[in-house]
């Protein structure tokens, strides 16, 4: 069946570290992938998406490249702020399915 | 234009007690979904509706039941709440190029002592 499987946190980064948040997917036809970031006591906001592979999804400083050979689109950002603090998902959605899958989503914690 | 709302923010319930969950959207989707979110468990689907009218099981639908009211409206309904449904509940609705981008509600934080 099609899912997402992300990297578990928490993680805790000092303010201008680099970030990388792994993930990885199965999915039986041709998914579109994407990164929300939920800040704390709210919903889940989209980040970014990339519609097909090779596509680089960007936003706010974040990156990540729809990579079909690995199977992966790992989140990045080069510079990490307090303000970045969240919890992170990773998730997927095979054609114009109604299903969206998730992850279970990694809490980044940036300390000053 | 206020995207997705829920109602309640927060609430208690004693095991046994029902109680609705509301979520209404003012973008004119189609499409409607029910999440619940658990510690390591990320989002899981509760229930979805395609359209107004039709409603479909999702990952875990026991213990719940939905209605399309409208095609604003979509709610959650516990007839008999159990400490096992004590959950972070969020609506959504997708939009956006292609319907891809899920909108969230800002979610009701059940416990169920």
């Known amino acids: 069946g099609d899912s997402v499987t992300q990297m578990e946190g928490p993680v805790t980064l000092s303010e201008e570290a680099f970030l990388t948040i792994n993930c990885t997917y199965t999915?039986?036809?041709?998914?579109?992938l994407f990164w929300y970031v939920q800040y704390p006591g709210e919903g889940l906001q989209l980040l970014l998406k990339?519609?097909?592979?090779?596509d680089k999804g960007s936003n706010k400083g974040f990156e990540a490249t729809y990579r079909k050979e690995t199977t992966s689109f790992h989140l990045e950002k080069g510079s990490v702020q307090v303000s970045d603090s969240a919890v992170y998902f990773c998730?997927?959605?095979?054609?114009?399915?109604?299903?969206?899958?998730f992850g279970t989503g990694t809490s980044l914690t940036v300390i000053p | 234009n206020a995207g997705v709302t829920q109602t309640p923010k927060f609430q208690v319930l004693k095991t046994g007690q029902s109680m609705t969950l509301q979520c209404a959207q003012d973008?004119?989707?189609?499409?409607m979904y029910w999440y619940r979110q658990d510690p390591g468990m990320g989002l899981r689907l509760i229930y979805y509706?395609?359209?107004?009218?039709?409603?479909d099981k999702g990952e875990v639908p026991n213990g719940y039941n939905v209605s399309r009211l409208n095609k604003r409206e979509f709610s959650l309904r516990l007839e008999s709440a159990a400490p096992s449904q004590t959950s972070v509940y969020f609506c959504?609705?997708?939009?956006?190029?292609?319907?891809?981008?899920?909108?969230f509600g800002p979610g009701t934080r059940l416990t169920v002592l």
């Open positions: 998730a997927l959605r095979v054609g114009a399915g109604n299903q969206f899958y």
């Open positions: 999915a039986t036809g041709y998914p579109s």
């Open positions: 990339a519609t097909k592979a090779d």
């Open positions: 973008m004119n989707h189609n499409s």
């Open positions: 509706s395609a359209s107004e009218g039709t409603t």
């Open positions: 959504a609705s997708p939009g956006g190029w292609s319907y891809n981008e899920q909108f």
